[in-house]
């Protein structure tokens, strides 16, 4: 099972700045890395598959970079609606599908 | 647009047994595997179980596997998770999603909160 692992735990950046999330995979994933964003009493929302294709409708201030085992969510120009919980996910090596333990970014 | 639009979930006591239903719309039902995915209180996302479009694949997580079936009907356009055996630790809430390389899980639904407690 490829483990994800995700940092840092929490990140706290101020509105209008940039946050750097990171994932790191246990084996090569390839390109095959997603993000989601996880708000409270909402479904997971996907913002990047191939570890940098924005999904249909995500602003262009989310980007995503990295392959095989290092990968980053950049997030530009921090707005209010981006405060939430980040998570990675691989779907090179399956099953299971892996999801990193999240991120929780918070408004400094 | 696309809808997922889970049901079933409710309280059972160790032991018992759920059924979780995702009636899917607005997309050819059939060309595309489905997973189910949850996440209990304070913790993360985790994969459940997945299945092919046509049925005829199906894939579980360790912690599940034995006892949660998952199924389709493409005529009904519905995905099915039978859980027996529940434990406290399948407390959460489920969320199935549609799954479609390379774009990994792009759809979800809404969820359903399974609470298994004495």
């Known amino acids: 099972e490829i483990v994800m692992t995700q940092s840092p735990a929490t990140l706290s950046v101020s509105p209008g700045e940039r946050a750097t999330l990171s994932c790191r995979a246990s084996?090569?994933?390839?390109?095959?890395l997603a993000w989601y964003q996880r708000k409270p009493g909402q479904a997971p929302r996907l913002l990047i598959y191939?570890?940098?294709t924005r999904a249909t409708g995500i602003p262009a201030r989310f980007s995503g970079s990295g392959s095989g085992t290092e990968f980053t969510l950049t997030i530009s120009g921090l707005q209010s609606e981006d405060f939430a919980v980040y998570y990675c996910?691989?779907?090179?090596?399956?099953?299971?599908?892996?999801f990193g333990q999240g991120t929780k970014l918070e408004i400094k | 647009e696309v809808q997922l639009l889970e049901s079933g979930g409710g309280s059972v006591q160790p032991g018992g047994s759920l059924r979780l239903s995702c009636a899917a719309s607005e997309f050819t039902f059939s060309n595309y595997g489905m997973s189910w995915v949850r996440q209990a209180p304070g913790k993360g996302l985790e994969w459940v179980s997945g299945i092919s479009g046509s049925g005829g694949a199906t894939y579980y997580a360790d912690s599940v596997k034995g006892r949660f079936t998952i199924s389709r009907d493409n005529s009904m356009n519905t995905v099915y998770l039978q859980m027996n055996t529940l434990r406290a630790e399948d407390t959460a809430v489920y969320y199935c999603a549609r799954y479609d390389y390379p774009r990994a899980f792009e759809y979800w639904g809404q969820g359903t909160l399974v609470t298994v407690s004495s």
């Open positions: 084996q090569s994933v390839s390109s095959n």
């Open positions: 996910q691989q779907y090179d090596n399956w099953p299971p599908y892996t």
């Open positions: 191939g570890a940098s």
